[in-house]
């Protein structure tokens, strides 16, 4: 089976930078994904790495260790609308060539002015 | 493109009853699926399917039934509502399970009494 760790909240100040550290045990590893819900709405899919090293797109960056098997999330020059919940999520193989998504339970970001 | 649809947004049922989710994509998306999240919990897959006419079993499939005969609509059935199917339901499609982000649609936010 697989287990995700991540923190429930976390609060940062507008324009600063904030990680969203992600930790896991799975067997059949085989991607990590973050994705980005605003409250009431569906996920939005962020990032991915299935290598490790560093993920940058524009304000967002997504950092993955397979042998520590840890992520993060890292937000730049944050804005009020990336208060959301970030969730991550590990792609393994259950057989057969099919792959499942395994979610974890969240991280509730509040940007304050 | 109307991406990932479904229908209803909202539905209250009374214990026992049945209801049929609906959900359809229109980008010809091999692989669909569905979820639930209930609050403050990751999300939960229920069912997938990685093609029309094949359909497997997620980590909480109990109480829910689906089918794929398209490759566009993928419903789920619930049969028997109980107080513990209370949650927001997500579809999702993904042109293929390797590597490939999940689009997400709007979710049916459905409570049982």
């Known amino acids: 089976g697989q287990n995700i760790d991540q923190p429930t909240e976390m609060t940062a100040t507008e324009g600063a930078i904030v990680q969203i550290n992600c930790t896991y045990q799975t067997s059949g590893f085989n991607g990590l994904f973050w994705y980005q819900q605003h409250a009431g709405e569906a996920p939005t899919f962020l990032s991915y790495?299935?290598?490790?090293g560093l993920e940058e797109k524009g304000r967002f960056s997504s950092f993955l260790s397979r042998s520590k098997g840890y992520s993060y999330l890292l937000l730049k020059e944050l804005q009020m609308k990336d208060s959301a919940s970030y969730l991550c999520a590990l792609r393994a193989e259950t057989g057969a060539g099919s792959y499942q998504l395994t979610f974890g339970k969240g991280t509730k970001l509040s940007v304050i002015p | 493109n109307a991406g990932v649809t479904q229908t209803p947004k909202f539905r209250i049922l009374k214990i026992g009853q049945s209801m049929t989710l609906q959900c359809a994509q229109d980008m010809n998306h091999n692989y669909m699926y569905w979820y639930r999240q209930d609050p403050g919990m990751g999300l939960k897959l229920i069912y997938y399917s990685v093609g029309a006419g094949i359909t497997d079993k997620g980590e909480v499939p109990n109480g829910y039934n689906v089918s794929r005969s398209t490759t566009e609509d993928f419903p789920l059935r619930l049969e028997l509502a109980a107080p513990s199917q209370t949650s927001v339901y997500f579809c999702?499609?993904?042109?293929?399970?390797?590597?490939?982000?999940?689009?997400f649609g709007p979710g049916t936010r459905l409570t049982v009494t």
């Open positions: 999702a499609s993904s042109y293929s399970s390797l590597g490939a982000e999940q689009y």
């Open positions: 790495n299935v290598l490790d």
